[in-house]
Protein backbone atom coordinates (compact mmCIF):
# COMPACT_ATOMS: atom_id res chain seq x y z
CA UNK A 1 0.00 0.00 0.00
CA UNK A 2 2.76 2.50 1.03
CA UNK A 3 4.99 1.01 -1.67
CA UNK A 4 1.93 2.18 -4.33
CA UNK A 5 1.47 5.44 -2.99
CA UNK A 6 5.26 5.99 -2.99
CA UNK A 7 5.31 5.18 -6.58
CA UNK A 8 2.26 7.07 -7.89
CA UNK A 9 3.63 10.35 -5.47
CA UNK A 10 7.21 9.76 -7.33
CA UNK A 11 5.48 9.37 -10.76
CA UNK A 12 3.65 12.94 -10.32
CA UNK A 13 6.61 14.53 -8.90
CA UNK A 14 8.44 13.57 -11.94
CA UNK A 15 6.30 14.51 -14.13
CA UNK A 16 6.02 18.05 -12.73
CA UNK A 17 9.50 17.84 -12.62
CA UNK A 18 9.96 17.83 -16.29
CA UNK A 19 7.36 19.90 -16.61
CA UNK A 20 9.24 22.28 -15.06
CA UNK A 21 12.16 21.63 -16.65
CA UNK A 22 10.28 22.16 -20.29
CA UNK A 23 9.23 25.37 -18.63
CA UNK A 24 12.75 26.50 -18.62
CA UNK A 25 13.81 25.25 -22.00
CA UNK A 26 10.81 27.49 -23.58
CA UNK A 27 11.87 30.26 -21.46
CA UNK A 28 15.40 29.81 -22.48
CA UNK A 29 14.36 29.85 -26.32
CA UNK A 30 11.18 32.49 -26.14
CA UNK A 31 12.95 35.01 -23.54
CA UNK A 32 14.41 38.23 -25.37
CA UNK A 33 18.11 38.77 -23.42
CA UNK A 34 20.38 37.04 -21.65
CA UNK A 35 19.54 38.15 -18.22
CA UNK A 36 15.61 37.00 -18.46
CA UNK A 37 16.75 33.39 -19.71
CA UNK A 38 19.11 33.11 -17.07
CA UNK A 39 16.51 34.03 -14.66
CA UNK A 40 14.22 31.25 -16.30
CA UNK A 41 17.08 29.23 -16.33
CA UNK A 42 18.08 29.13 -12.67
CA UNK A 43 14.35 29.44 -11.16
CA UNK A 44 12.58 27.41 -13.35
CA UNK A 45 15.95 25.18 -13.80
CA UNK A 46 16.53 24.78 -9.98
CA UNK A 47 12.78 23.59 -9.26
CA UNK A 48 11.74 20.82 -11.78
CA UNK A 49 15.43 19.25 -10.72
CA UNK A 50 14.59 19.99 -7.00
CA UNK A 51 11.33 18.01 -7.69
CA UNK A 52 13.38 15.26 -9.59
CA UNK A 53 15.45 14.55 -6.50
CA UNK A 54 12.11 15.01 -4.32
CA UNK A 55 11.19 11.77 -6.24
CA UNK A 56 13.97 9.71 -6.15
CA UNK A 57 14.35 10.30 -2.49
CA UNK A 58 10.42 9.43 -2.18
CA UNK A 59 10.54 6.25 -4.21
CA UNK A 60 13.91 4.54 -2.78
CA UNK A 61 13.44 4.15 0.28
CA UNK A 62 17.02 3.85 0.96
CA UNK A 63 18.28 6.15 3.88
CA UNK A 64 21.84 6.62 1.79
CA UNK A 65 19.75 7.82 -1.23
CA UNK A 66 17.11 9.65 0.40
CA UNK A 67 20.22 11.32 2.22
CA UNK A 68 22.03 12.17 -0.80
CA UNK A 69 19.13 13.72 -2.67
CA UNK A 70 18.34 16.03 -0.14
CA UNK A 71 22.34 16.95 -0.41
CA UNK A 72 21.76 17.38 -4.08
CA UNK A 73 18.76 19.55 -3.13
CA UNK A 74 20.63 21.62 -0.69
CA UNK A 75 23.45 22.35 -3.00
CA UNK A 76 21.61 23.30 -5.92
CA UNK A 77 19.40 25.76 -4.07
CA UNK A 78 22.72 27.18 -2.51
CA UNK A 79 25.09 27.91 -5.18
CA UNK A 80 22.17 28.33 -8.21
CA UNK A 81 21.25 31.74 -7.29
CA UNK A 82 24.73 32.91 -6.93
CA UNK A 83 26.23 31.35 -10.04
CA UNK A 84 23.66 32.91 -11.88
CA UNK A 85 24.41 36.39 -10.11
CA UNK A 86 27.74 36.39 -10.76
CA UNK A 87 27.28 35.40 -14.40
CA UNK A 88 24.93 37.94 -14.78
CA UNK A 89 27.18 40.81 -13.27
CA UNK A 90 29.93 39.04 -14.90
CA UNK A 91 27.36 39.46 -18.31
CA UNK A 92 26.57 43.04 -17.83
CA UNK A 93 30.55 44.15 -17.45
CA UNK A 94 31.38 42.06 -20.81
CA UNK A 95 28.81 44.76 -22.63
CA UNK A 96 25.84 42.48 -22.30
CA UNK A 97 23.09 44.86 -21.99
CA UNK A 98 19.39 44.20 -21.22
CA UNK A 99 17.10 44.36 -23.77
CA UNK A 100 14.96 47.27 -24.59
CA UNK A 101 11.55 46.40 -23.45
CA UNK A 102 13.46 46.72 -19.53
CA UNK A 103 12.17 49.16 -17.74
CA UNK A 104 15.15 49.70 -15.20
CA UNK A 105 18.73 48.87 -15.40
CA UNK A 106 19.68 49.65 -11.97
CA UNK A 107 23.14 48.28 -12.24
CA UNK A 108 23.65 50.82 -15.19
CA UNK A 109 22.36 53.58 -12.49
CA UNK A 110 24.72 52.67 -9.63
CA UNK A 111 27.93 52.12 -11.92
CA UNK A 112 27.39 55.83 -13.31
CA UNK A 113 26.60 57.34 -9.85
CA UNK A 114 30.11 54.63 -8.13
CA UNK A 115 31.75 56.91 -11.64
CA UNK A 116 30.67 60.53 -10.96
CA UNK A 117 31.87 60.19 -7.46
CA UNK A 118 34.86 58.79 -8.63
CA UNK A 119 35.52 61.44 -10.67
CA UNK A 120 35.21 63.86 -8.11
CA UNK A 121 37.61 62.88 -5.76
CA UNK A 122 40.02 62.67 -8.89
CA UNK A 123 39.55 66.59 -9.66
CA UNK A 124 39.85 67.51 -5.95
Known amino acids: ?3 EIARYSAGVLLVV ?8 AIGILRLP ?3 TR ?3 ASKAGTVGVGLIFV ?5 SFSAPVILRALAGIFFLVLTTPV ?3 LLARAAYY ?3 HPAK ?4 DDLDAQINRGDRAHNRHDSV
Open 101 to 104: LTVA
Open 55 to 59: AIAVI
Open 33 to 35: DLY
Open 38 to 40: MHA
Open 94 to 96: AGF
Open 83 to 85: SAH
Open 1 to 3: MIA
Open 17 to 24: GAMFGLLS
